[in-house]
């Protein structure tokens, strides 16, 4: 079983940053693809980054150029770092893993949520 810890949301003025974070833990032999999704009030759940174990991302368009993700390995850690930010992009922010565990198995977890307000 694999744990998701995230941390880093809150409340930015438009034009502000932040970096959001996720451990995890668990039973985990290798993780796969780590990623970040968002879901809006009334709205459905979408992409907004991946990363896979190459560290090769991938952006939603809408936050191309100004969010950045990252991933530690070696903490099993995965980041998403966030400029530029504007009001549409105020959401819960959903982690991602896809990773094997020791009972063989591969599974994709996801993270409580943290929210992310951009607000003036």
């Known amino acids: 079983q694999v744990q998701l810890v995230e941390s880093g949301g809150g409340l930015v003025q438009p034009g502000g940053s932040l970096r959001l974070s996720c451990a995890a833990s668990?039973?985990?032999?290798?993780?796969?693809?780590m990623g970040w999704y968002r879901q809006a009030p009334g709205k459905q759940r979408d992409m907004v980054a991946t990363?896979?174990?190459?560290?090769?991302?991938n952006y939603a368009d809408s936050v191309k150029g100004r969010f950045t993700i990252s991933r530690d390995n070696a903490k099993n850690t995965v980041y998403l770092q966030m400029n530029s930010l504007k009001p549409e992009d105020t959401a819960v922010y959903y982690c991602?893993?896809?990773?094997?565990?020791?009972?063989?198995?591969?599974?994709?977890?996801w993270g409580q949520g943290t929210q992310v307000t951009v607000s003036s």
């Open positions: 991602t893993v896809d990773a094997r565990t020791t009972g063989g198995s591969r599974t994709r977890s």
């Open positions: 668990g039973s985990i032999i290798e993780i796969y693809t």
């Open positions: 990363i896979t174990v190459g560290n090769v991302p």
